[in-house]
């Protein structure tokens, strides 16, 4: 194969601290069969860098925040397209190739790997997924991922084998993205995000949805092999009051910033937008009251109430009153 066809970058953030996983994931993209022009590695603030070198891996020293980190993925990069990744994503030696020859042939400007198969978990952990966040299995309608009214995501659950489907949002681990269609979205507005506690706010969503909602063309792909070495699932039995109280805060906040506050929307939609939030707010409150009976404690309910109202109070602020509006003004 020619490995000159394309040419493009990689972009990960890290703390440095993936290990052997981070390593693998060095290591396959060496091997690929299509190398990457350059490798950057932003690294978080006060955080060392690895005690090995792989290849041609440059590290730049950046603001800590899984925002802060993914929006300097530009730093640098002078190729047509970027590869944005975390630390521990794993590659078969074509699969680069094989996301641009996908995302070529389809006319796309970004393509993501499956790496989390919502299809593929249990009916029992289909339904918490629902009554907890209000996630809902759908049909084959030739969607892999679509953004709902109430700021959750429904997903495709019988996805044919290997295959490419038109998607609103993607798991932020990896992603073949077109460098402008990239800096086009101005994913440094979305910098306030990263105040909040990591891991509690659906940063992945916001950056995906970004670039389907200002009308770029986004492929999600099953089965390409492509893995995410650290994938795990959420315990709630495992969460503080704060990571609860701060997830229900993300909740509020991904919906308002991201279907309610939109430019265009008018006041039939907002009240649709408004009426669907409220019905996932309270289908969240009954499971947790379930779940805060079962444990003889209240802190999962009280976190979740105390969370969405300080959503509520800071979506009041200066300080996101301010924001740009999420749907760019292409005509500025």
Same mark, same amino acid.
Request: charged residues 20%; contains cysteine.
């Given at each position: 194969?020619?490995?000159? $066809?394309?040419?493009?970058?990689?972009?990960?953030?890290?703390?440095?601290?993936?290990?052997?996983?981070?390593?693998?994931?060095?290591?396959? &993209?060496?091997?690929?069969?299509?190398?990457?022009?350059?490798?950057?590695?932003?690294?978080?603030?006060?955080?060392?860098?690895?005690?090995?070198?792989?290849?041609?891996?440059?590290?730049?020293?950046?603001?800590?925040? &899984?925002?802060?980190?993914?929006?300097?993925?530009?730093?640098?990069?002078?190729?047509?397209?970027?590869?944005?990744?975390?630390?521990?994503?794993?590659?078969?030696?074509?699969?680069?190739?094989?996301?641009?020859?996908?995302?070529?042939?389809? $006319?796309?400007?970004?393509?993501?790997?499956?790496?989390? #198969? #919502?299809?593929?978990?249990?009916?029992?952990?289909?339904?918490?997924?629902?009554?907890?966040?209000?996630?809902?299995?759908?049909?084959?309608?030739?969607?892999?991922?679509?953004?709902?009214?109430?700021?959750?995501?429904?997903?495709?659950?019988?996805?044919?084998?290997?295959?490419?489907?038109?998607?609103?949002?993607?798991?932020?681990?990896?992603?073949?993205?077109?460098?402008?269609?990239?800096?086009?979205?101005?994913?440094?507005?979305?910098?306030?995000?990263?105040?909040?506690?990591?891991?509690?706010?659906?940063?992945?969503?916001?950056?995906?949805?970004?670039?389907?909602?200002?009308?770029?063309?986004?492929?999600?792909?099953?089965?390409?092999?492509?893995?995410?070495?650290?994938?795990?699932?959420?315990?709630?039995?495992?969460?503080?009051?704060?990571?609860?109280?701060?997830?229900?805060?993300?909740?509020?906040?991904?919906?308002?910033?991201?279907?309610?506050?939109?430019?265009?929307?008018?006041?039939?939609? $907002?009240?649709?937008?408004?009426?669907?939030?409220?019905?996932?707010?309270?289908?969240?409150?009954?499971?947790?009251?379930?779940?805060?009976?079962?444990?003889?404690?209240?802190?999962?309910?009280?976190?979740?109430?105390?969370?969405?109202?300080?959503?509520?109070?800071?979506?009041?602020?200066?300080?996101?009153?301010?924001?740009?509006?999420?749907?760019?003004? $292409?005509?500025?």
């Amino acid at each position: 194969m020619n490995n000159q $066809k394309f040419e493009y970058s990689v972009a990960i953030r890290t703390l440095g601290t993936g290990g052997d996983k981070y390593r693998q994931e060095l290591e396959s &993209l060496h091997r690929q069969t299509v190398k990457p022009k350059h490798i950057f590695i932003f690294i978080a603030e006060g955080y060392e860098r690895p005690d090995f070198q792989v290849g041609i891996e440059e590290y730049v020293t950046v603001p800590k925040g &899984l925002v802060h980190q993914r929006a300097a993925s530009l730093q640098g990069v002078d190729t047509e397209y970027v590869l944005i990744l975390d630390d521990d994503i794993y590659f078969p030696d074509d699969a680069v190739e094989k996301l641009y020859d996908t995302m070529t042939a389809r $006319k796309a400007d970004c393509i993501a790997p499956e790496t989390f #198969n #919502n299809a593929g978990m249990s009916l029992f952990s289909k339904l918490g997924y629902y009554m907890a966040n209000g996630v809902l299995p759908r049909s084959n309608d030739q969607w892999a991922v679509k953004i709902r009214r109430n700021g959750t995501f429904s997903y495709n659950c019988n996805p044919t084998q290997g295959g490419v489907y038109l998607t609103q949002s993607f798991p932020g681990t990896a992603c073949l993205c077109k460098t402008r269609a990239f800096r086009a979205i101005h994913y440094e507005d979305e910098l306030w995000i990263d105040q909040f506690p990591a891991g509690t706010f659906g940063e992945d969503q916001v950056m995906s949805y970004k670039l389907h909602i200002n009308g770029y063309k986004v492929l999600m792909a099953h089965d390409t092999g492509i893995l995410h070495l650290d994938a795990g699932t959420n315990n709630i039995h495992n969460k503080t009051y704060k990571k609860i109280k701060y997830r229900a805060l993300s909740y509020y906040l991904t919906w308002h910033r991201t279907r309610y506050n939109l430019r265009g929307n008018t006041t039939i939609e $907002k009240l649709l937008c408004s009426l669907a939030f409220f019905w996932r707010f309270s289908l969240g409150s009954f499971t947790r009251i379930l779940f805060s009976i079962t444990k003889l404690h209240p802190k999962h309910l009280v976190a979740f109430i105390h969370g969405t109202i300080s959503g509520i109070a800071f979506a009041h602020s200066k300080e996101y009153k301010a924001l740009n509006n999420f749907i760019i003004n $292409k005509c500025s």
